[in-house]
């Protein structure tokens, strides 16, 4: 046709198309969808891969726009400000040496080596030098080295750390990008200048190893984050403030919910208080149970290792467990409670009426965890889940999986929590015939359908045992948790060969199915610190009530009324010390107590108490038996008072 050597041909969002010279940048094309597009993109999608604006387009091919308000927007504004924050540092402390500075979650970070550290002052005057070099509005350009001239370069301006990424990343050429002078190592992309950041904060400073091993040099890393408006970074500060106030190592200890001793490292004591909300976690799981056809079994703590090898925990899973000897012979403690399941199953003949069968357990688990990952009750080496088996048949699967999502979701919403459910599906290296995953894979896919809940799939990601299904919850600081999770499993019921037989009496292979639905207590117990703050809903509160004496004439009427709350089933105490009622209030109030009720003279000759809510103060007076019955309602029926 044409002399077509010379252009391409470039499609772009809406179905418009244009033929280009050979070389155009992404930038000019953009500016066939409009002046504000072109002015605002901080990137772009060059079949589908994230690249500079200033690109040249080599051959036909479709191009995208990235505009704030997408997540990889938001990627590209926050490597672009780790850059800025790490010239930032050079300019200010020439004798730093830069690490590596990637884009987290809600934000990024920055690595540098440096011999003194960084203090407040050191942050502020950074903050402000990024400012600056925005302010500057440096352009930034990327260059496609030899990878021998970009270690040549790194090695020139003594950067070791970047000599090293530039010999081991990339391919025979490297990127590199330049603003106003300073240069990184990095694939990129960037916005196009400096001028283009937006609202930025840098949070704190932590010691890193270099590349994550503590046989390497101890770096600085700053944390920082970034976003397109003040608004949206003041929110998010006022989240991270939020957090820090709710972190639920701060109020266990302030509510005198756990503590931790040096003497059993990462494993938490409940004081009375946790522990009362602990047991009201377990009571109202129990509660799921009955309705749900569960039964509740005891196992031991601790079992011959052969055990172990023969679930294959031994073979897989041994740096995680503690052992321990006994009589010449060595056991293992616990990591978990399906094996202990199997040998119960294993025990007598099962036919399919008997199925399924659904087998919980509280056990207390204990899993060796490093003591870098511990950090208050997230991960620790001792705990409890809600954890259970259900035994069954093939064709019982999505049924099964059917009641557990439909247990789960009622569950969550107790708690108020949002729900993202995923579906993994079968990995390349997997155990099990075809037709055990195609029939797993529907049933479970059916069961997610039937729910009514959306889901994603993420192929590939199942266990090589089976696949499984995903609950995550977002808390009431949107950040997510995964919590539950199904788990179809072929692998155990072959390795401790058990059994069905059939209505033509054949022996058949059950189908094993493990979930949790809040996994780890201990887990889910400080995650729901956090949610509520530390204001458990009335149901769960350890102390629901607290009645405040005004004078010590009225002590006498404050215990009968907490005598009669005790007497109905409520948790409450009487403050009769002699103290001021406001203060009395003020102390109730600290300890998040749902209800208190505060009686004087007119109280104790009229029968009534005035009521006060942590929620909204004061609620007027009522007779105590009012007050009660509306109490009571609320906390059989959980309501998230
Ligand atoms: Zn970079
Ligand atoms: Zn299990």
């Known amino acids: 046709m044409s002399e077509t050597l010379a252009t391409i041909?470039?499609?772009?969002?809406?179905?418009?198309?244009?033929?280009?010279?050979?070389?155009t940048r992404v930038l000019d094309l953009l500016a066939d969808l409009g002046a504000e597009i072109a002015r605002s993109a901080v990137a772009a999608r060059l079949d589908g891969v994230l690249v500079d604006l200033s690109r040249p387009v080599r051959g036909d091919c479709t191009i995208e726009p990235v505009l704030p308000g997408s997540e990889d927007a938001l990627q590209v504004l926050r490597h672009s400000t780790a850059h800025a924050t790490a010239q930032a540092v050079q300019e200010l402390f020439p004798d730093t040496r830069i690490g590596q500075g990637p884009v987290i979650e809600n934000g990024f970070y920055y690595d540098f080596d440096r011999d003194?550290?960084?203090?407040?002052?050191?942050?502020?005057?950074?903050?402000?030098?990024?400012?600056?070099?925005?302010?500057?509005?440096?352009?930034?350009?990327?260059?496609?080295?030899?990878?021998?001239?970009?270690?040549?370069?790194?090695?020139k301006e003594r950067e070791p750390y970047k000599v090293h990424f530039a010999t081991t990343k990339g391919e025979d050429t490297v990127s590199v990008y330049r603003q106003g002078g300073w240069t990184d190592?990095?694939?990129?992309?960037?916005?196009?200048?400096?001028?283009?950041?937006?609202?930025?904060?840098?949070?704190?400073?932590?010691?890193?190893?270099?590349?994550?091993?503590?046989?390497?040099?101890?770096?600085?890393?700053?944390?920082?984050?970034?976003?397109?408006?003040?608004?949206?970074?003041?929110?998010?500060?006022?989240?991270?403030?939020?957090?820090?106030r709710r972190d639920h190592r701060k109020l266990g200890r302030e509510l005198g919910l756990f503590s931790f001793h040096a003497e059993a490292p990462a494993s938490p004591f409940f004081h009375p208080r946790g522990a009362l909300?602990?047991?009201?976690?377990?009571?109202?799981?129990?509660?799921?149970?009955?309705?749900?056809?569960?039964?509740?079994?005891?196992?031991?703590?601790?079992?011959?290792?052969?055990?172990?090898?023969?679930?294959?925990?031994?073979?897989h899973y041994r740096e995680n467990m503690f052992f321990t000897e006994v009589d010449e012979r060595e056991y293992a403690v616990k990591p978990m409670n399906c094996p202990s399941h199997c040998l119960m199953y294993s025990e007598g003949r099962h036919s399919y009426r008997e199925l399924p069968l659904r087998l919980a357990d509280f056990g207390r688990l204990h899993r060796y965890e490093l003591s870098g990952v511990i950090s208050g009750l997230t991960r620790v080496r001792?705990?409890?889940?809600?954890?259970a088996h259900i035994f069954c048949t093939p064709e019982q699967i999505q049924a099964e999986v059917a009641s557990v999502i439909r247990m789960i979701l009622e569950c969550y919403a107790q708690f108020g929590f949002e729900v993202r459910i995923a579906l993994s599906t079968r990995p390349a290296q997997r155990a099990g015939s075809d037709e055990f995953w195609n029939r797993a894979e529907t049933a479970l896919e059916a069961a997610l359908v039937a729910s009514g809940h959306s889901f994603t799939v993420q192929p590939?990601?199942?266990?090589?045992?089976?696949?499984?299904?995903?609950?995550?919850?977002?808390?009431?600081?949107?950040?997510?948790?995964?919590?539950?999770?199904?788990?179809?499993?072929?692998?155990?019921?072959?390795?401790?060969?058990?059994?069905?037989?059939?209505?033509?009496?054949?022996?058949?292979r059950p189908v094993m199915i493990h979930r949790?639905?809040?996994?780890?207590?201990?887990?889910?117990?400080?995650?729901?610190?956090?949610?509520?703050?530390?204001?458990?809903?009335?149901?769960?509160?350890?102390e629901q009530v607290r009645v405040l004496s005004i004078t010590e004439r009225a002590a006498g009427y404050a215990q009968q009324v907490g005598e009669r709350l005790r007497g109905a089933g409520l948790r409450a105490e009487a403050d009769l010390r002699n103290e001021k009622i406001g203060a009395k209030i003020r102390e109730a109030q600290i300890q998040k107590v749902p209800f208190m009720l505060v009686v004087g003279d007119r109280e104790a000759a009229a029968g009534t108490v005035a009521v006060r809510s942590r929620k909204d103060g004061d609620r007027g007076s009522a007779t105590l038996e009012e007050f009660l019955a509306g109490v009571l309602k609320s906390n059989e029926q959980k309501h998230n008072e």
């Open 9 to 23: 041909q470039v499609s772009l969002p809406g179905g418009k198309a244009r033929t280009v010279p050979v070389g």
């Open 460 to 508: 590939g990601d199942g266990a090589f045992y089976g696949p499984k299904i995903d609950f995550f919850v977002r808390d009431a600081l949107r950040r997510e948790h995964q919590l539950g999770t199904v788990q179809l499993d072929y692998v155990l019921p072959e390795r401790f060969d058990l059994h069905y037989w059939d209505a033509a009496d054949q022996e058949q």
């Open 277 to 315: 909300i602990y047991n009201r976690l377990i009571a109202y799981v129990r509660e799921l149970y009955a309705r749900y056809g569960y039964a509740e079994v005891i196992t031991p703590q601790i079992f011959d290792a052969s055990l172990w090898r023969r679930s294959g925990h031994y073979e």
């Open 185 to 244: 190592f990095c694939r990129g992309p960037h916005v196009r200048s400096t001028g283009q950041l937006r609202a930025f904060k840098l949070l704190s400073v932590a010691g890193a190893y270099w590349l994550g091993d503590e046989k390497n040099r101890m770096l600085q890393r700053i944390y920082g984050t970034a976003f397109f408006t003040q608004e949206e970074l003041d929110a998010h500060l006022r989240l991270l403030e939020e957090a820090r």
């Open 116 to 155: 003194k550290p960084f203090s407040e002052e050191d942050l502020a005057a950074i903050e402000a030098r990024v400012a600056e070099i925005v302010r500057r509005d440096l352009t930034i350009e990327r260059l496609d080295l030899p990878r021998a001239e970009a270690i040549a370069l790194f090695e």
């Open 516 to 542: 949790a639905m809040l996994g780890s207590l201990e887990r889910f117990f400080g995650i729901l610190v956090e949610h509520c703050g530390g204001a458990f809903p009335l149901w769960l509160a350890p």
């Open 382 to 387: 001792s705990f409890s889940q809600d954890d």
